[in-house]
């Protein structure tokens, strides 16, 4: 991130308008990791995810374009690209299955542990993506604790609300005052701060 974030963003949403973030969802989100730390604690213990989920239904991880198949020993570093989904259909979703069978058949697909790694225990970013069902079973999960998205990808979703019925967005608040859905649409979205920090809660 290149620039200091100066600006929060925290809206209350119902479902409906939680879906309106089905896109930036799917482009991808940064999140603060505890860098150095494995897949799995990334996943269960920084970010709530039930253990049993992951295993049943987080059917194909991504890290850097390459597929994770050990979730315990794969660590994360700063600046990574982590993409999440579930099964995938067809001989695809199996030879891209996480730990499956035909995980053979990958040929350079596959993520290499990096043996030097160290748990550094320090904070960092690192980018989340989700596909098809965990973009909304898991999104609303990142987007309560909090994410980093663009000033661009920000006035997107804005201009997206410009006709969202008041009662669909209960309260909006920047930087700790409350705004008004029409004076959010209406802010000059430029600044010096690349990035902001948004929370939706449903």
């Not at 494995?38 to 890290?63: A, D, W």
Request: hydrophobic share 45%; aromatic share 4%; charged share 25%.
């Amino acid at each position: 991130m290149k620039k200091q974030i100066r600006t929060t963003l925290i809206l209350t949403l119902d479902d409906a308008t939680m879906s309106s973030f089905v896109p930036l969802l799917q482009k991808g989100v940064q999140v603060k990791a505890q860098l150095g730390r494995s897949m799995k604690h990334l996943l269960c213990e920084q970010y709530g995810v039930n253990p049993e989920y992951l295993t049943e239904r987080i059917q194909t991880i991504f890290l850097d374009g390459k597929v994770v198949d050990n979730v315990e020993t794969t660590t994360v570093k700063g600046g990574a690209i982590i993409a999440l989904s579930a099964a995938m259909p067809g001989l695809a979703g199996a030879t891209l299955r996480t730990g499956g069978l035909l995980a053979a058949f990958r040929d350079g697909l596959t993520h290499e542990e990096d043996l030097e790694a160290v748990d550094s225990h320090e904070l960092g970013m690192v980018t989340v993506k989700l596909f098809n069902l965990l973009v909304r079973e898991l999104g609303p999960v990142l987007l309560e604790k909090g994410v980093w998205v663009t000033r661009e990808d920000a006035e997107s979703l804005v201009k997206r609300w410009a006709d969202t019925p008041l009662r669909a967005i209960d309260h909006v608040e920047m930087d700790g005052l409350k705004v008004s859905l029409e004076e959010l649409a209406g802010l000059d979205w430029s600044g010096d701060s690349e990035y902001l920090l948004l929370r939706a809660v449903g």
